[in-house]
């Protein structure tokens, strides 16, 4: 069964439909369709933010308590290096992921005191299948160029801070937001 992150009200319905308690939550969703704002509808607007935001909010109100009840564990969200830095066309997606920083700095704050570890990842440019779609080679070479390393991350070293930030030997990293984008915001 596919869960649709852009409807709060199904992420929500089956978040609170088992009584799981997680070790660790990664929110993981990105939804970034290239838009200029002036060409953007409410209901693109919505979706991204849904599937940005708002999903991560349901599953951190049910699952946070859980996992501070619990008493250890963490939350780790994916955001972006654009969640601090613009770049046109990127408007929901950038304004999505800064607002999930937010949030996260929150659940750091709230279940803190019980043991429960929040923080956000904030790539840079990631060789993935969103990053292909969006970009064309040349594109990809462009952004390459814009790192400090001259190249865009694999996907495994995002997932190995990930790993880390989840895991037990993280015991005192809460409420941070950490980038790993090759050197991109050193510019």
């Not at 649709?4 to 929500?12: E, F, G, I, Y």
């Not at 064309?136 to 070479?141: C, L, P, Q």
């Not at 996907?155 to 409420?175: D, R």
Request: glycine share 8%.
């Amino acid at each position: 069964e596919t869960l649709d992150l852009s409807d709060p009200d199904a992420v929500r319905v089956f978040a609170e439909a088992d009584d799981l308690v997680p070790n660790a939550l990664v929110l993981n969703a990105g939804e970034n369709i290239p838009m200029l704002l002036a060409d953007l509808t409410t209901e693109h607007w919505r979706q991204t933010i849904n599937v940005n935001l708002n999903s991560c909010f349901e599953l951190i109100r049910v699952y946070g308590p859980r996992i501070a009840e619990a008493g250890r564990g963490s939350i780790v969200a994916i955001s972006s290096c654009f969640s601090f830095r613009g770049r046109s066309g990127r408007g929901p997606y950038a304004a999505s992921k800064a607002a999930l920083n937010s949030l996260i700095r929150v659940a750091a704050l709230e279940y803190g005191p019980s043991g429960v570890l929040a923080n956000t990842v904030c790539p840079g440019f990631v060789m993935t299948d969103l990053t292909q779609q969006n970009n064309d080679e040349e594109a990809i070479s462009s952004l390459a160029a814009t790192t400090a390393l001259g190249r865009l991350a694999e996907p495994e070293e995002i997932a190995g801070l990930v790993a880390f930030l989840a895991s037990e030997n993280n015991t005192y990293i809460t409420g941070q937001t950490l980038t790993i984008d090759g050197g991109y915001s050193c510019q």
